[in-house]
Antibody, heavy 121, light 109 residues
Framework: QVQLEQSGPEVKKPGASVKVSCKAS????????IHWVRQAPGQGLEWMGW????????NYAPKFKGRVTMTRDTSINTVYMELTSLRSDDTAIYYC??????????????WGQGTLVTVSS | EVVLTQSPATLSLSPGERATLSCRAS??????LAWYQQKPGQAPRLLIF???NRATGIPTRFSGSGSGTDFTLTISSLEPEDFAVYYC???????????FGQGTKLEIK
């Protein structure tokens, strides 16, 4: 079945960077966009951007442009999300999610289990 | 940016009752709207896409309706496992992107 397995929790200091991985299995990796969404403690969902594993093209939400980079390694069916210049309000669970439709951006299903990133001095 | 406003913020109902959740967009999104369910400690799950289509494996008691700026998620008869937080999400073609509503918490009365 389709699965997205994310890397483990991270604790970072303000100003540092974090890189979260998302390993896909159970489907043709290059065929579906991967989205990243974050959720601050007790808060709602915030879309960060997507990557097309096929060509590596990306689209970032305006709020994160300049601070986020999404990449992929097709040899191991894994995408990465790196966020730089971390602040305390970047503390959140970061989710990856597979798009529902081949080769276009549509809806998100399924989601990874989430990675908690804590930013604290 | 399209802003989605969900109402109510919290809905208190009993099992077996009908739940009606609302999502209003600040401008027309046509039918480019989805609904997700999130239970505590879990990732969200897609329920409804393109405003009215149930995702794979979603029970028929869940239904979505609406287009343009006003959308509704209806749960016809609540089961104990339906008590969760529900988010609506819209997709914009240009510039390409997504926004989520702030969520509606469906709690047991």
């Amino acid at each position: 079945q389709v699965q997205l397995e994310q890397s483990g929790p991270e604790v970072k200091k303000p100003g540092a960077s974090v890189k979260v991985s998302c390993k896909a299995s159970g489907y043709i990796f290059e065929g579906y966009y991967i989205h990243w969404v974050r959720q601050a403690p007790g808060q709602g969902l915030e879309w960060m951007g997507w990557i097309s594993p096929n060509v590596g093209g990306t689209n970032y939400a305006p709020k994160f442009k300049g601070r986020v980079t999404m990449t992929r390694d097709t040899s191991i069916n894994t995408v990465y999300m790196e966020l730089t210049s971390l602040r305390s309000d970047d503390t959140a669970i970061y989710y990856c999610a597979k798009d529902t439709t081949v080769m276009v951006n549509n809806w998100f299903d399924p989601w990874g289990q989430g990675t908690l990133v804590t930013v604290s001095s | 940016e399209v802003v989605l406003t969900q109402s109510p913020a919290t809905l208190s109902l009993s099992p077996g009752e009908r739940a009606t959740l609302s999502c209003r967009a600040s401008q027309s999104v046509s039918s480019n709207l989805a609904w997700y369910q999130q239970k505590p400690g879990q990732a969200p799950r897609l329920l409804i896409f393109d405003a009215s289509n149930r995702a794979t494996g979603i029970p028929t008691r869940f239904s979505g309706s609406g287009s343009g700026t006003d959308f509704t998620l209806t749960i016809s008869s609540l089961e104990p496992e339906d008590f969760a937080v529900y988010y609506c999400q819209q997709r914009t073609n240009w510039p390409p992107g997504y926004t989520f509503g702030q969520g509606t918490k469906l709690e047991i009365k």
